[in-house]
Structures are given as structure tokens and as C-alpha cells.
């Protein structure tokens, strides 16, 4: 059963930085399209970042810049590096395996919050 | 930016009964659409993708139409577990961009 279990969130300050980790099971991150959606409390869903099996990254506007997805084949996990963090950033952080060609979520993690706070 | 935009915000629908669910786009996005159920506390779920082409596991009475700019979601007989939120969600052009939601709640 594919499975995605995310970590590394918390309370960080205004301008700190934090990496988010989904470590995956029953299925190969480097050959599967992934990417992080975010939900900010009590509100919709952004689609943040998105990398493709071949490695080529995209990213929302509100993100580029300040956000890296990134991978570990060795560990099967998948990454996101947050810098310059934002009030606006706060929001529950979901890992996602792209179904199509990197086009809709097929399979989600629980989650992790990240709340950007002073 | 594509706009995703979803009618209406609440919709109430007594058990048994067929609910619809419509999502609009800002601009044309062929059929390239899917639609997403969310419970309190829980990751989404996918429902739909290709407008109309249901995920695996994903029950009939869940039937999803439309092409271009307007779409629809219909459950055909509401079941106490389907009252929940439903996102759209356009993969068009990116960045791939969700509406804001339409809440199923009971009549």
C-alpha cells in the first residue's frame, strides 16, 4: 500500500527557515511525479511545488524564491526547503504522488503544520 | 493564473437525495479537471480527474461532466459520508490552481 508520512513541522519564527520530509513506502519517489499542497487553516488548498520523475521543479508564485523541492533517492524521501518564512505560510502541509503526468494528487500524506509566528 | 471558482459555498441536501456541484474556470481548461473530497482533519481525496473518469475505489454514484469552463460534480443519492467538502482543481496550465470549496451539509 502506497504510503507518505511527513515530517518536520513546527513553530518558527518570521524569517526562519524549516525543511519538510515525506518518506515514502511501496512505491519509488525518483520515478513518480510528487509535490506539496498546503491548506492554510480554515481556508482552500494551494498547490505549492510539483517535481517531475526526470527532476524538472515547478513553483507557485507566492513560493518561488523562497521554497526548494528536492529529493533523496538513497532514502526515498521527498523534500521542501522553506527559507524567508512568511505569517502567510502557516498552513498544514500535505506530501502528494501526482497521478497523469504530474496533473492531480493521487495519494496524500496526513500532513504536517508549520505555523510562522513571533 | 487560472480562477477557479465553485457555487455555491454550502450546499444542503437531505440524505438520498442528488446533489450538484459546479466549478467554473477563468479560462478554457479542456477536460483537464479533477475534484477532490476532504473530512475534518483529513487529506483530500481524489474523486475525479479528466472531468469525468473516476479514481479508483471512488463509488458510481459519483459522476463528474463538463469541458472548457464550466463543470459539474453530481452525487446521485447523498450517503451520510458524503457530506463533506469538494474541491476542484484545473492541471491546464500551471500553476495548477484549486476553487475555494463547496461544503455538503446536511438538510
Known amino acids: 500500500e502506497v504510503q507518505l508520512v511527513e515530517s518536520g513541522g513546527g513553530l518558527v519564527q518570521p524569517g526562519g527557515s524549516l525543511r519538510l520530509s515525506c518518506a515514502a513506502s511501496e512505491f519509488t519517489v525518483s520515478s513518480n511525479y510528487m509535490s506539496w499542497v498546503r491548506q492554510a487553516p480554515g481556508k482552500g488548498l494551494e498547490w505549492v511545488s510539483l517535481?517531475?520523475?526526470?527532476?524538472?521543479?515547478y513553483y507557485a508564485d507566492s513560493v518561488r524564491g523562497r521554497f526548494t523541492i528536492s529529493r533523496d533517492n538513497s532514502k526515498n524521501t521527498l523534500y521542501l526547503q522553506m527559507n524567508s518564512l512568511r505569517a502567510e505560510d502557516t498552513a498544514v502541509y500535505y506530501c502528494a504522488r501526482v497521478g497523469g503526468f504530474g496533473e492531480f494528487p493521487e495519494y496524500w500524506g496526513q500532513g504536517t503544520l508549520v505555523t510562522v509566528s513571533s | 493564473e487560472i480562477v477557479m471558482t465553485q457555487s455555491p459555498a454550502t450546499l444542503s441536501v437531505s440524505p438520498g437525495e442528488r446533489a450538484t456541484l459546479s466549478c467554473r474556470a477563468s479560462?478554457?481548461?479542456?477536460?483537464?479537471l479533477a475534484w477532490y473530497q476532504q473530512k475534518p482533519g483529513q487529506a483530500p481525496r481524489l474523486l475525479i480527474y479528466?472531468?469525468?473518469t473516476r479514481a479508483t475505489g471512488i463509488p458510481a454514484r459519483f459522476s463528474g461532466s463538463g469541458s472548457g469552463t464550466e463543470f459539474t460534480l453530481t452525487i446521485s443519492s447523498l450517503q451520510s459520508e458524503d457530506f463533506e467538502v469538494y474541491y476542484c482543481q484545473q492541471y491546464n496550465n500551471w500553476p495548477y490552481t484549486f476553487g475555494q470549496g463547496t461544503k455538503v451539509e446536511i438538510k
Open positions: 517535481i517531475y520523475s526526470g527532476g524538472s521543479t
Open positions: 479560462q478554457s481548461v479542456s477536460s483537464n
Open positions: 479528466g472531468a469525468s
